[in-house]
């Protein structure tokens, strides 16, 4: 069973950047499609970043020019860079397969603040 831990959360002001990180463990998850999403308070989860097995990627609107995902399988980790950052990115975010089909992790907490 796959394992999943994000890290890299933290506070940051508007315009500030982030990397995130999802180390995956218990199996390989090359195999899958993945996909950082996010949840705020009162707001269901979204879908932030997808990335295929073959490195395609795909972003919703609101974050396309601002969010990369890039995925390194020898070190079976999938990251999120989030550049030029607005509060309305705060939320509690998250990595799992698309679809999802993995064990939730604990996520970790971004929050944009001046």
């Known amino acids: 069973q796959v394992q999943l831990v994000e890290s890299g959360g933290g506070s940051v002001p508007p315009g500030g950047s982030l990397r995130l990180t999802c180390q995956a463990s218990?199996?390989?998850?090359?195999?899958?499609?993945m996909a950082w999403y996010r949840q705020a308070p009162g707001h269901e989860r979204d879908m932030v970043a997808v990335i295929t097995g073959g490195e395609l990627t795909n972003y919703p609107d609101f974050v396309q020019g601002r969010f990369f995902i890039t995925r390194d399988v020898t070190k079976n980790t999938v990251y999120l860079q989030m550049n030029n950052l607005k509060p309305e990115d705060t939320a509690v975010y998250y990595c799992?397969?698309?679809?999802?089909?993995?064990?939730w992790g604990q996520g970790t907490q971004v929050t944009v603040s001046s």
């Open positions: 218990g199996d390989d998850i090359s195999v899958y499609t």
């Open positions: 799992n397969a698309l679809p999802q089909v993995l064990t």
